[in-house]
Protein backbone atom coordinates (compact mmCIF):
# COMPACT_ATOMS: atom_id res chain seq x y z
CA UNK A 1 0.00 0.00 0.00
CA UNK A 2 1.46 3.21 -1.15
CA UNK A 3 1.32 6.24 1.29
CA UNK A 4 -2.00 8.63 0.99
CA UNK A 5 -0.14 11.83 1.56
CA UNK A 6 2.68 11.73 -0.88
CA UNK A 7 1.53 8.33 -2.84
CA UNK A 8 5.58 7.77 -3.67
CA UNK A 9 6.92 5.66 -0.48
CA UNK A 10 5.76 2.26 0.94
CA UNK A 11 3.28 2.99 4.08
CA UNK A 12 4.82 1.45 7.09
CA UNK A 13 2.33 3.17 9.45
CA UNK A 14 -1.00 2.79 10.01
CA UNK A 15 -3.33 4.09 12.23
CA UNK A 16 -7.02 4.27 12.99
CA UNK A 17 -9.05 7.27 14.76
CA UNK A 18 -12.33 7.03 15.90
CA UNK A 19 -14.02 10.42 16.75
CA UNK A 20 -17.63 10.35 17.51
CA UNK A 21 -18.32 6.74 16.63
CA UNK A 22 -16.52 7.85 12.66
CA UNK A 23 -13.77 5.19 12.14
CA UNK A 24 -11.07 6.78 10.26
CA UNK A 25 -7.71 4.82 9.04
CA UNK A 26 -4.80 6.22 7.65
CA UNK A 27 -1.67 4.61 6.25
CA UNK A 28 1.43 6.57 5.58
CA UNK A 29 5.24 6.28 5.24
CA UNK A 30 7.59 7.13 7.78
CA UNK A 31 8.77 10.14 6.24
CA UNK A 32 5.36 11.97 5.92
CA UNK A 33 4.44 10.19 9.61
CA UNK A 34 7.21 12.14 11.42
CA UNK A 35 6.17 15.51 9.54
CA UNK A 36 2.60 14.92 10.71
CA UNK A 37 2.10 15.89 14.47
CA UNK A 38 1.20 12.12 15.77
CA UNK A 39 2.33 13.07 19.31
CA UNK A 40 -0.93 14.89 19.51
CA UNK A 41 -2.98 12.28 19.07
CA UNK A 42 -1.51 10.76 22.30
CA UNK A 43 -1.69 14.05 24.15
CA UNK A 44 -5.73 14.47 22.84
CA UNK A 45 -6.89 15.73 26.22
CA UNK A 46 -4.14 17.98 27.06
CA UNK A 47 -6.07 20.70 24.94
CA UNK A 48 -9.60 21.67 24.92
CA UNK A 49 -9.93 21.70 21.10
CA UNK A 50 -8.28 18.47 19.53
CA UNK A 51 -11.04 19.33 16.33
CA UNK A 52 -9.30 22.24 15.09
CA UNK A 53 -6.14 20.09 14.34
CA UNK A 54 -8.06 17.04 13.35
CA UNK A 55 -10.16 18.87 10.68
CA UNK A 56 -6.54 19.97 9.35
CA UNK A 57 -5.75 16.55 8.85
CA UNK A 58 -8.70 16.02 7.17
CA UNK A 59 -8.48 18.83 4.65
CA UNK A 60 -4.72 18.00 3.80
CA UNK A 61 -5.82 14.68 3.44
CA UNK A 62 -8.42 15.39 1.23
CA UNK A 63 -6.29 17.93 -0.83
CA UNK A 64 -3.26 15.37 -0.87
CA UNK A 65 -5.90 12.99 -2.83
CA UNK A 66 -6.87 14.94 -5.23
CA UNK A 67 -3.04 15.60 -6.45
CA UNK A 68 -1.65 18.85 -5.21
CA UNK A 69 0.03 19.59 -9.54
CA UNK A 70 -2.90 21.86 -10.68
CA UNK A 71 -5.15 21.70 -7.83
CA UNK A 72 -8.13 23.80 -8.90
CA UNK A 73 -9.02 24.37 -5.17
CA UNK A 74 -5.74 26.16 -4.93
CA UNK A 75 -7.48 29.12 -6.69
CA UNK A 76 -10.36 29.44 -4.15
CA UNK A 77 -9.82 32.39 -2.70
CA UNK A 78 -12.40 33.99 -0.10
CA UNK A 79 -13.36 37.70 -1.63
CA UNK A 80 -13.91 39.37 2.29
CA UNK A 81 -10.45 38.06 3.93
CA UNK A 82 -8.15 37.14 1.57
CA UNK A 83 -8.24 33.52 2.84
CA UNK A 84 -7.22 30.80 0.12
CA UNK A 85 -7.70 27.21 0.35
CA UNK A 86 -4.37 26.11 1.16
CA UNK A 87 -4.32 28.53 3.98
CA UNK A 88 -7.33 27.10 4.83
CA UNK A 89 -6.44 23.32 4.99
CA UNK A 90 -3.17 24.50 6.98
CA UNK A 91 -4.57 26.08 9.94
CA UNK A 92 -8.40 24.34 9.79
CA UNK A 93 -10.39 27.95 10.79
CA UNK A 94 -12.28 30.50 8.88
CA UNK A 95 -11.34 34.02 8.19
CA UNK A 96 -14.64 35.96 8.36
CA UNK A 97 -18.27 35.39 7.89
CA UNK A 98 -17.99 35.30 3.67
CA UNK A 99 -15.26 32.37 4.18
CA UNK A 100 -18.29 29.91 5.25
CA UNK A 101 -20.18 30.59 2.00
CA UNK A 102 -16.57 29.98 0.03
CA UNK A 103 -15.52 27.08 1.96
CA UNK A 104 -18.43 25.93 3.15
CA UNK A 105 -20.05 23.81 0.58
CA UNK A 106 -16.87 22.02 0.31
CA UNK A 107 -16.31 21.05 3.43
CA UNK A 108 -19.53 19.76 3.99
CA UNK A 109 -18.82 16.18 4.53
CA UNK A 110 -15.94 16.89 7.16
CA UNK A 111 -17.49 19.28 9.41
CA UNK A 112 -20.53 16.30 9.28
CA UNK A 113 -17.89 13.89 10.03
CA UNK A 114 -16.32 15.80 13.02
CA UNK A 115 -19.77 17.66 14.36
CA UNK A 116 -21.81 14.39 13.79
CA UNK A 117 -24.46 17.15 11.61
CA UNK A 118 -23.90 20.16 9.28
CA UNK A 119 -27.36 21.91 10.38
CA UNK A 120 -27.54 24.76 13.43
CA UNK A 121 -30.39 23.50 15.11
CA UNK A 122 -30.16 25.29 18.45
CA UNK A 123 -31.41 28.85 18.94
CA UNK A 124 -31.70 31.32 16.13
CA UNK A 125 -30.52 34.59 15.99
CA UNK A 126 -33.75 37.04 16.52
CA UNK A 127 -31.97 39.80 14.52
CA UNK A 128 -30.71 37.66 11.58
CA UNK A 129 -30.90 39.25 8.35
CA UNK A 130 -33.14 37.85 6.38
CA UNK A 131 -30.79 38.58 2.82
CA UNK A 132 -28.39 35.74 1.40
CA UNK A 133 -30.78 33.04 2.90
CA UNK A 134 -29.85 30.84 -0.09
CA UNK A 135 -26.99 28.85 -0.03
CA UNK A 136 -24.78 28.97 -2.96
CA UNK A 137 -25.82 26.38 -5.41
CA UNK A 138 -22.98 24.72 -7.29
CA UNK A 139 -25.20 23.72 -10.09
CA UNK A 140 -25.84 27.66 -10.41
CA UNK A 141 -22.87 28.72 -12.42
CA UNK A 142 -23.94 32.04 -13.44
CA UNK A 143 -22.32 32.55 -9.73
CA UNK A 144 -19.48 32.09 -10.52
CA UNK A 145 -16.68 34.48 -12.06
CA UNK A 146 -14.01 32.54 -12.19
CA UNK A 147 -14.07 28.70 -13.68
CA UNK A 148 -11.56 27.40 -11.68
CA UNK A 149 -13.93 27.87 -9.01
CA UNK A 150 -16.67 26.54 -10.46
CA UNK A 151 -14.70 23.37 -11.50
CA UNK A 152 -13.45 22.60 -7.65
CA UNK A 153 -17.00 22.96 -6.27
CA UNK A 154 -17.98 21.03 -9.16
CA UNK A 155 -15.15 18.35 -8.19
CA UNK A 156 -15.85 18.47 -4.41
CA UNK A 157 -19.18 17.88 -5.17
CA UNK A 158 -18.26 14.38 -7.53
CA UNK A 159 -16.50 13.01 -4.55
CA UNK A 160 -19.82 13.45 -2.34
CA UNK A 161 -21.94 12.01 -4.64
CA UNK A 162 -18.88 9.27 -5.19
CA UNK A 163 -18.59 9.11 -1.22
CA UNK A 164 -22.79 8.47 -1.21
CA UNK A 165 -22.92 6.19 -4.13
CA UNK A 166 -24.55 7.90 -5.75
CA UNK A 167 -23.80 7.37 -9.17
CA UNK A 168 -26.27 9.04 -11.32
CA UNK A 169 -25.50 12.53 -10.11
CA UNK A 170 -21.56 11.49 -10.30
CA UNK A 171 -21.66 11.27 -13.91
CA UNK A 172 -23.26 14.08 -14.77
CA UNK A 173 -20.94 16.19 -12.16
CA UNK A 174 -18.20 14.51 -14.10
CA UNK A 175 -19.19 15.27 -17.32
CA UNK A 176 -19.63 18.91 -16.80
CA UNK A 177 -16.40 18.76 -15.46
CA UNK A 178 -15.35 17.71 -18.79
CA UNK A 179 -17.07 20.00 -20.82
CA UNK A 180 -16.12 22.97 -18.76
CA UNK A 181 -12.43 21.63 -18.73
CA UNK A 182 -12.40 21.60 -22.19
CA UNK A 183 -13.97 25.25 -22.50
CA UNK A 184 -11.05 26.37 -20.77
CA UNK A 185 -8.72 25.22 -22.89
CA UNK B 1 -19.73 40.65 47.40
CA UNK B 2 -18.97 37.34 47.63
CA UNK B 3 -17.61 35.97 44.29
CA UNK B 4 -19.44 33.00 42.60
CA UNK B 5 -16.40 30.75 43.83
CA UNK B 6 -16.53 31.26 46.91
CA UNK B 7 -19.92 29.15 47.53
CA UNK B 8 -20.40 25.36 47.50
CA UNK B 9 -23.54 24.48 44.90
CA UNK B 10 -25.62 21.34 44.28
CA UNK B 11 -23.76 18.61 44.04
CA UNK B 12 -21.07 20.57 45.39
CA UNK B 13 -19.04 17.55 47.00
CA UNK B 14 -18.30 16.94 43.01
CA UNK B 15 -19.18 19.66 41.30
CA UNK B 16 -16.93 22.43 41.60
CA UNK B 17 -19.06 24.62 39.04
CA UNK B 18 -20.94 24.66 35.53
CA UNK B 19 -19.69 27.22 33.45
CA UNK B 20 -21.22 28.22 29.72
CA UNK B 21 -19.38 30.07 26.94
CA UNK B 22 -21.04 31.29 24.07
CA UNK B 23 -18.90 32.48 21.22
CA UNK B 24 -20.30 35.19 18.58
CA UNK B 25 -18.49 37.04 15.73
CA UNK B 26 -19.74 40.71 14.56
CA UNK B 27 -20.36 40.90 10.66
CA UNK B 28 -18.28 43.88 9.92
CA UNK B 29 -15.05 42.28 10.89
CA UNK B 30 -12.97 39.84 10.09
CA UNK B 31 -12.43 36.71 12.40
CA UNK B 32 -9.77 36.82 14.70
CA UNK B 33 -6.96 34.85 12.34
CA UNK B 34 -7.72 37.97 9.59
CA UNK B 35 -8.25 40.61 12.02
CA UNK B 36 -5.21 43.09 11.84
CA UNK B 37 -4.17 45.26 15.30
CA UNK B 38 -6.10 47.90 14.07
CA UNK B 39 -8.90 46.66 13.50
CA UNK B 40 -8.80 44.88 16.35
CA UNK B 41 -8.66 47.71 18.14
CA UNK B 42 -11.43 49.17 16.58
CA UNK B 43 -13.51 46.01 17.00
CA UNK B 44 -12.89 46.11 20.92
CA UNK B 45 -13.51 50.02 21.03
CA UNK B 46 -16.84 49.96 19.16
CA UNK B 47 -18.23 46.95 20.59
CA UNK B 48 -17.28 47.91 24.27
CA UNK B 49 -18.96 51.50 23.46
CA UNK B 50 -22.00 49.06 22.53
CA UNK B 51 -22.10 47.21 25.69
CA UNK B 52 -21.80 50.12 28.06
CA UNK B 53 -24.89 51.34 26.48
CA UNK B 54 -26.84 48.20 27.63
CA UNK B 55 -28.57 49.47 31.11
CA UNK B 56 -28.76 45.78 32.48
CA UNK B 57 -24.79 46.07 32.22
CA UNK B 58 -24.03 49.10 34.06
CA UNK B 59 -23.02 47.67 37.38
CA UNK B 60 -20.03 45.41 35.75
CA UNK B 61 -16.49 46.34 36.01
CA UNK B 62 -14.82 47.50 32.87
CA UNK B 63 -11.44 45.66 31.75
CA UNK B 64 -8.95 46.92 29.00
CA UNK B 65 -5.66 45.54 28.69
CA UNK B 66 -3.93 48.88 28.28
CA UNK B 67 -4.30 49.40 32.16
CA UNK B 68 -3.36 45.90 33.21
CA UNK B 69 -0.15 44.83 34.13
CA UNK B 70 0.47 40.94 33.22
CA UNK B 71 0.00 39.91 37.15
CA UNK B 72 -3.28 41.38 36.83
CA UNK B 73 -4.11 39.65 33.44
CA UNK B 74 -2.79 36.19 34.99
CA UNK B 75 -4.50 36.52 38.08
CA UNK B 76 -8.10 37.09 36.36
CA UNK B 77 -7.40 34.11 34.35
CA UNK B 78 -6.74 32.18 37.61
CA UNK B 79 -9.73 33.25 38.89
CA UNK B 80 -11.78 32.40 35.52
CA UNK B 81 -12.97 35.82 34.64
CA UNK B 82 -10.91 35.48 31.73
CA UNK B 83 -10.17 32.81 29.76
CA UNK B 84 -6.66 31.78 29.04
CA UNK B 85 -6.94 32.82 25.22
CA UNK B 86 -7.61 35.82 25.90
CA UNK B 87 -4.95 36.43 28.94
CA UNK B 88 -2.75 35.97 25.75
CA UNK B 89 -4.23 38.65 23.31
CA UNK B 90 -2.22 42.11 22.92
CA UNK B 91 -5.13 43.59 23.08
CA UNK B 92 -8.67 42.90 24.91
CA UNK B 93 -11.72 44.27 26.63
CA UNK B 94 -14.26 43.30 28.15
CA UNK B 95 -16.93 43.46 31.35
CA UNK B 96 -17.29 41.45 34.57
CA UNK B 97 -19.99 41.20 36.67
CA UNK B 98 -20.25 42.11 40.17
CA UNK B 99 -19.44 38.41 41.61
CA UNK B 100 -17.62 37.74 38.40
CA UNK B 101 -20.16 35.28 37.24
CA UNK B 102 -20.67 36.24 34.01
CA UNK B 103 -17.80 38.03 31.74
CA UNK B 104 -17.98 39.30 28.26
CA UNK B 105 -14.88 39.11 26.69
CA UNK B 106 -13.43 41.25 23.32
CA UNK B 107 -11.03 39.90 21.31
CA UNK B 108 -10.84 35.82 22.04
CA UNK B 109 -10.65 33.84 19.23
CA UNK B 110 -13.98 35.32 18.23
CA UNK B 111 -15.11 38.70 18.91
CA UNK B 112 -17.30 38.30 21.40
CA UNK B 113 -17.21 35.29 24.19
CA UNK B 114 -19.79 35.50 27.16
CA UNK B 115 -19.42 33.19 29.82
CA UNK B 116 -21.39 33.09 32.82
CA UNK B 117 -20.47 30.72 35.92
CA UNK B 118 -22.04 29.09 38.84
CA UNK B 119 -21.09 27.46 42.03
CA UNK B 120 -22.02 23.59 41.91
CA UNK B 121 -24.37 21.73 39.51
CA UNK B 122 -26.68 23.61 37.27
CA UNK B 123 -25.90 24.10 34.02
CA UNK B 124 -29.82 25.36 32.60
CA UNK B 125 -29.77 28.25 34.78
CA UNK B 126 -26.17 29.26 33.61
CA UNK B 127 -27.26 28.57 29.85
CA UNK B 128 -30.55 30.57 30.66
CA UNK B 129 -28.45 33.49 32.04
CA UNK B 130 -25.88 33.29 29.20
CA UNK B 131 -28.81 33.11 26.43
CA UNK B 132 -30.29 36.40 28.41
CA UNK B 133 -26.91 38.49 28.26
CA UNK B 134 -27.01 37.02 24.53
CA UNK B 135 -29.92 38.69 23.21
CA UNK B 136 -29.00 41.45 25.18
CA UNK B 137 -25.91 41.61 23.40
CA UNK B 138 -27.24 40.61 19.68
CA UNK B 139 -29.58 43.12 19.81
CA UNK B 140 -27.11 46.58 19.74
CA UNK B 141 -24.80 44.48 17.50
CA UNK B 142 -25.03 42.82 14.41
CA UNK B 143 -23.66 38.54 15.26
CA UNK B 144 -22.17 36.62 12.15
CA UNK B 145 -25.06 33.93 11.45
CA UNK B 146 -25.70 31.47 8.56
CA UNK B 147 -28.99 30.20 8.18
CA UNK B 148 -27.88 27.01 7.97
CA UNK B 149 -24.73 26.67 10.07
CA UNK B 150 -25.98 29.36 13.15
CA UNK B 151 -23.56 31.35 14.89
CA UNK B 152 -20.45 31.30 12.95
CA UNK B 153 -16.88 30.85 14.58
CA UNK B 154 -13.29 31.44 13.97
CA UNK B 155 -13.18 27.53 14.51
CA UNK B 156 -14.88 24.99 12.96
CA UNK B 157 -15.45 23.06 16.27
CA UNK B 158 -17.59 25.98 17.93
CA UNK B 159 -19.86 26.40 14.80
CA UNK B 160 -23.84 26.52 15.37
CA UNK B 161 -24.67 26.91 18.77
CA UNK B 162 -21.29 28.35 19.58
CA UNK B 163 -22.05 26.93 23.05
CA UNK B 164 -19.46 25.02 24.91
CA UNK B 165 -20.96 24.06 28.67
CA UNK B 166 -18.01 22.35 30.98
CA UNK B 167 -18.24 20.99 34.40
CA UNK B 168 -15.31 21.37 36.76
CA UNK B 169 -15.80 18.25 39.02
CA UNK B 170 -13.45 17.25 41.89
CA UNK B 171 -12.57 13.72 41.83
CA UNK B 172 -10.02 12.80 44.39
CA UNK B 173 -11.71 9.17 44.25
CA UNK B 174 -11.91 7.84 40.95
CA UNK B 175 -8.70 9.60 40.54
CA UNK B 176 -6.94 7.76 42.93
CA UNK B 177 -9.12 4.59 42.31
CA UNK B 178 -6.65 4.56 38.83
CA UNK B 179 -9.77 4.89 37.02
CA UNK B 180 -9.79 8.45 35.13
CA UNK B 181 -8.01 7.29 32.33
CA UNK B 182 -10.46 4.93 30.99
CA UNK B 183 -13.22 7.79 31.79
CA UNK B 184 -11.89 10.27 30.01
CA UNK B 185 -11.31 7.93 27.10
CA UNK B 186 -15.14 7.09 27.01
CA UNK B 187 -16.74 9.85 27.41
CA UNK B 188 -15.10 11.02 23.92
CA UNK B 189 -18.18 8.46 22.74
CA UNK B 190 -20.22 10.84 23.78
CA UNK B 191 -19.04 13.83 22.20
CA UNK B 192 -17.58 14.70 25.28
CA UNK B 193 -13.64 15.90 25.98
CA UNK B 194 -12.57 15.51 29.59
CA UNK B 195 -9.16 17.52 31.19
CA UNK B 196 -7.57 18.56 34.22
CA UNK B 197 -7.66 22.06 35.17
CA UNK B 198 -4.37 21.97 37.30
CA UNK B 199 -1.25 20.53 35.36
CA UNK B 200 -0.90 18.62 32.21
CA UNK B 201 -2.59 15.16 30.32
CA UNK B 202 -3.44 12.93 33.25
CA UNK B 203 -1.55 14.23 36.04
CA UNK B 204 -3.75 16.37 38.11
CA UNK B 205 -2.47 17.66 41.58
CA UNK B 206 -6.04 18.80 43.31
CA UNK B 207 -7.81 16.55 41.30
CA UNK B 208 -10.11 18.39 39.44
CA UNK B 209 -11.45 18.18 36.08
CA UNK B 210 -13.03 20.34 33.36
CA UNK B 211 -15.82 17.90 31.11
CA UNK B 212 -17.03 19.69 28.29
CA UNK B 213 -18.84 19.08 24.88
CA UNK B 214 -17.09 18.79 21.67
CA UNK B 215 -20.28 19.20 19.08
CA UNK B 216 -21.52 22.15 18.72
CA UNK B 217 -23.62 21.41 15.42
CA UNK B 218 -26.87 19.36 15.02
CA UNK B 219 -27.99 19.40 18.54
CA UNK B 220 -30.05 22.28 20.11
CA UNK B 221 -28.78 23.68 23.15
CA UNK B 222 -30.42 22.09 25.70
CA UNK B 223 -29.85 18.47 23.95
CA UNK B 224 -26.05 19.35 24.23
CA UNK B 225 -26.68 20.06 27.95
CA UNK B 226 -28.94 16.91 28.78
CA UNK B 227 -26.67 14.53 26.87
CA UNK B 228 -23.55 16.28 29.01
CA UNK B 229 -25.71 16.34 32.42
CA UNK B 230 -26.04 12.36 31.76
CA UNK B 231 -23.05 11.54 31.54
CA UNK B 232 -21.59 13.94 34.41
CA UNK B 233 -24.65 12.31 36.72
CA UNK B 234 -22.85 8.83 36.19
CA UNK B 235 -19.76 10.52 37.24
CA UNK B 236 -20.90 11.74 39.83
CA UNK B 237 -22.54 8.43 41.22
CA UNK B 238 -19.14 6.71 40.44
CA UNK B 239 -16.96 9.40 42.60
CA UNK B 240 -19.19 8.83 45.52
CA UNK B 241 -19.24 5.01 45.21
CA UNK B 242 -15.54 5.41 45.44
CA UNK B 243 -15.44 7.46 48.32
CA UNK B 244 -17.88 5.32 50.13
CA UNK B 245 -16.01 2.48 49.57
CA UNK B 246 -12.83 3.87 50.91
CA UNK B 247 -14.08 4.98 54.01
CA UNK B 248 -15.87 1.67 54.30
CA UNK B 249 -13.15 -0.25 53.93
CA UNK B 250 -10.35 1.98 55.29
CA UNK B 251 -11.64 4.10 57.25
CA UNK B 252 -8.57 4.58 59.52
CA UNK B 253 -6.38 5.99 56.45
CA UNK B 254 -8.95 8.13 55.22
CA UNK B 255 -9.47 9.82 58.87
CA UNK B 256 -5.62 9.82 59.01
CA UNK B 257 -5.22 11.62 55.18
CA UNK B 258 -7.55 14.37 55.79
CA UNK B 259 -6.33 15.18 59.75
CA UNK B 260 -2.98 14.88 58.01
CA UNK B 261 -3.46 17.39 55.36
CA UNK B 262 -5.13 20.03 57.86
CA UNK B 263 -2.18 19.66 59.95
CA UNK B 264 0.49 20.24 57.10
CA UNK B 265 -1.86 22.97 55.54
CA UNK B 266 -2.19 24.63 59.01
CA UNK B 267 1.52 24.52 60.30
CA UNK B 268 3.69 24.73 57.00
CA UNK B 269 5.32 27.41 56.39
CA UNK B 270 6.55 27.06 53.02
CA UNK B 271 4.30 25.37 50.43
CA UNK B 272 4.57 24.63 46.91
CA UNK B 273 1.53 24.82 44.51
CA UNK B 274 1.58 20.85 44.26
CA UNK B 275 1.66 20.44 47.42
CA UNK B 276 -0.96 22.81 48.54
CA UNK B 277 -2.96 21.24 45.82
CA UNK B 278 -2.67 17.82 46.51
CA UNK B 279 -3.65 18.42 50.76
CA UNK B 280 -6.51 20.77 49.94
CA UNK B 281 -7.82 17.92 47.56
CA UNK B 282 -7.66 15.68 50.39
CA UNK B 283 -9.14 18.14 52.97
CA UNK B 284 -11.96 19.09 50.65
CA UNK B 285 -13.24 15.76 50.34
CA UNK B 286 -12.24 14.73 54.02
CA UNK B 287 -14.45 17.26 55.21
CA UNK B 288 -17.47 16.02 52.63
CA UNK B 289 -17.41 12.67 53.64
CA UNK B 290 -17.79 13.82 57.25
CA UNK B 291 -14.27 12.80 58.34
CA UNK B 292 -13.57 15.73 61.03
CA UNK B 293 -15.29 15.72 64.60
CA UNK B 294 -15.96 19.09 64.86
CA UNK B 295 -16.59 21.49 61.80
CA UNK B 296 -18.14 24.67 61.57
CA UNK B 297 -17.94 25.83 58.43
CA UNK B 298 -19.70 23.24 56.76
CA UNK B 299 -20.73 25.67 53.89
CA UNK B 300 -16.97 26.64 53.41
CA UNK B 301 -15.36 26.50 49.34
CA UNK B 302 -11.93 24.77 49.40
CA UNK B 303 -11.94 25.79 45.71
CA UNK B 304 -11.85 29.39 46.36
CA UNK B 305 -8.52 28.11 48.30
CA UNK B 306 -7.41 26.55 45.13
CA UNK B 307 -7.38 30.01 43.65
CA UNK B 308 -6.33 31.87 46.16
CA UNK B 309 -2.68 30.21 46.13
CA UNK B 310 -1.99 30.07 42.41
CA UNK B 311 0.93 32.02 41.92
CA UNK B 312 -0.68 35.72 40.59
CA UNK B 313 -2.92 35.80 42.69
CA UNK B 314 -0.84 35.42 45.62
CA UNK B 315 1.49 38.34 43.99
CA UNK B 316 -1.65 40.37 43.28
CA UNK B 317 -1.19 42.17 46.94
CA UNK B 318 2.16 41.21 47.54
CA UNK B 319 4.15 42.44 44.34
CA UNK B 320 6.69 40.16 42.79
CA UNK B 321 7.94 37.11 44.40
CA UNK B 322 10.87 34.71 43.87
CA UNK B 323 9.89 31.03 44.13
CA UNK B 324 11.22 31.07 48.00
CA UNK B 325 8.92 33.92 48.73
CA UNK B 326 5.97 32.66 46.98
CA UNK B 327 5.69 29.35 48.99
CA UNK B 328 6.51 31.19 52.07
CA UNK B 329 3.11 33.42 51.01
CA UNK B 330 1.28 30.56 49.66
CA UNK B 331 1.63 29.16 53.40
CA UNK B 332 0.74 32.78 55.17
CA UNK B 333 -2.45 32.54 52.64
CA UNK B 334 -3.26 29.17 53.67
CA UNK B 335 -3.14 29.85 57.46
CA UNK B 336 -5.06 32.68 57.32
CA UNK B 337 -8.06 31.32 55.43
CA UNK B 338 -7.96 27.54 56.35
CA UNK B 339 -11.63 26.32 58.03
CA UNK B 340 -11.63 25.93 62.03
CA UNK B 341 -11.90 21.90 62.17
CA UNK B 342 -11.53 19.66 65.15
Known sequence: MLCENCNENEATIHYTEVINGVKNEHHLCSECASKLDLAYYGNMFGTELPFAKLLTGLFAAGKAAAGTEENPMAHIICPQCGMNFEEFTRVGKFGCAECYNVFGPLIDDNIRKIQGSSEHMGKKYANAKKEEVDLPDVMQKEKFSDKHEEIALLQAKLKEAVELENYEDAASLRDRIRSLKAKKE | ?342
Open chain 2, 1 to 342: MTRWFEENGPNGDVVISSRVRLARNITEYNFSLKLDEKSAERMIGDTLEKLKGIKELNNYTEFDFKNLNECQRHAMEERHAISRFLMEQKNAAGLVSPNEDISIMLNEEDHIRIQCFTAGMNMPLVYDKASQMDDLIGSSVDYAYHPKYGYLTTCPSSVGTGMRASYMLHLPALSGMGQLAGIMNEVGRFGLSMSSVFGEGSSSPGDIYRISNQTTLGLTEKELIDNLDNIVKQIIDQERMGRQQYIKQRRVTAEDAAYRSYGVLKYARKLSLKDALVLLSELRMGMFLGLFEENENNDFSIYQMMIGIQPYSLQLERGKLSQEELEVARSEFVRENLPDLK
